[in-house]
Each structure stands twice: as C-alpha cells, then as structure tokens.
C-alpha cells in the first residue's frame, strides 16, 4: 500500500479540470496511448525491470500531445506504467516502475522488443491491447479513468498534498484486487519537473 497520508486539499485547489480517460477497443501506434501491450522504449534506454532484475510488463502509457490540455500537467511527453505480472502483496512499490519520456526521445529509434515480455500486468484481466483517449473535463465531475481531478476512494481516503495524477478503475478490462480503484500520486514540484522516482502508486479494494 502507499504511504501517502493526510490531505488532497492543497493539490485539488490547483485542478479545476481533469481529463477523463476513455479505454476503447483499437490498436494504437508505437508511442501512441494505451493499455497493455509493448511499450515504445528508446534505443538508448533499457527495459523497465523490478527490484530481481526481471523486465516489467506494461501497464498503461499516455502520449500528453494526444491528450486535452489541463493546468500544471505536461503537455507532450509519454508516461508510461510498469506492473509486475506476478500476484499482488505487500511488496508491491517493489514492482510498480514509472517512466516519462521528453518528447524529443519519442524521435529516437526503438529499441529491439523481441526479447519483451509477453506477460500481462497482474491488474489487466487479459493480454488484449486497448487505445486510450481523453476529454476534459470539470474536476468536480467524477469519472472512472482520470488524469488529474478529485481521486475516488473505495474505502479509506488517502490523503496529503500530492496531486492525484492518474486513477484507474476496476472496469473496461482492469481489475484492482476485489473491485478497487489505482491511483498514482505526485507532488505538485515534482510534477512540474517531470520527475516520477518518488511518484507513488496506491490501490484499495472492497
């Protein structure tokens, strides 16, 4: 689980807007949007691997050029989202890697992906690949699958000044444990600077 504690107030006065995410059935190009499948990873970077070395599978990543403008949020660049493929435990920081691509590294050359993984991170109910397409929105209004915005809880509300950054729901092929919801939290600096080494991952269950 993570450790952020306390209160979301401070960061949610920054967002009036979020962009609420919508997964949709169609394969997308190598650094395009999307859920599962093979990452786009630049010649000069090496895999995203856990803690025994073992390359990660991909979770999700968003190209923000494709994505509507939101206030203090990129506006180019890719996220992406490692997850382990193995069961869920207490270790799982252990096995939950964050990248962000600058937009001028999108231009490089891709690295050989024969050698990838072909396991599925263990929140996708399946190896099917899924586009990701955003609309902005309200922050007020709540919404399954969003960048930035009001976070939704499950049961307790976790809580500080980070900005919720990212949040999937158990829904459209993600399964969080029993029915929960991901998020992924960052401090407003952080984000401002792109930097993801301290961004932390949180789920809840029913």
């Excluded at 999307?34 to 990452?39: C, D, K, R």
């Excluded at 939101?70 to 996220?79: A, D, E, K, R, V």
């Excluded at 992406?80 to 962000?100: C, H, I, K, P, Y």
């Excluded at 099917?128 to 399954?144: A, L, M, N, W």
Aim: hydrophobic share 40%; with cysteine.
């Amino acid at each position: 689980m993570s450790s952020v504690k306390k209160n979301l107030k401070k960061a949610d006065s920054q967002a009036k807007f979020q962009i609420a995410l919508k997964i949709v059935p169609h394969i997308p190009s190598p650094t395009g949007s999307q859920l599962g499948g093979i990452p786009f990873v630049p010649k000069s970077f090496d895999f995203a691997r856990d803690t025994a070395g073992e390359i990660l599978p991909l979770f999700c990543q968003i190209n923000f050029a494709d994505m509507p403008t939101i206030q203090g949020f990129p506006t180019s660049g890719l996220f992406q989202m490692f997850v382990s493929g193995g069961e869920l435990d207490e270790a799982v920081n252990e096995t939950v890697v964050f990248r962000f691509l600058k937009a001028e590294q999108l231009l490089e050359q891709s690295r050989d992906m024969s050698a990838y993984s072909t396991q599925t991170s263990w929140m996708l109910v399946d190896s099917t690949v899924q586009s990701i397409t955003g609309v902005k929105k309200d922050y007020k209004i709540r919404s399954k699958h969003t960048i930035g915005g009001k976070p939704n809880f499950v049961q307790e509300q976790v809580n500080e000044d980070h900005v919720n950054f990212l949040q999937f729901d158990s829904e459209d092929g993600i399964m969080v444990g029993e029915y929960g919801i991901l998020h992924v939290f960052i401090t407003k600096e952080d984000l401002e600077n792109l930097n993801f080494e301290k961004a932390e991952f949180h789920f809840d269950c029913s």
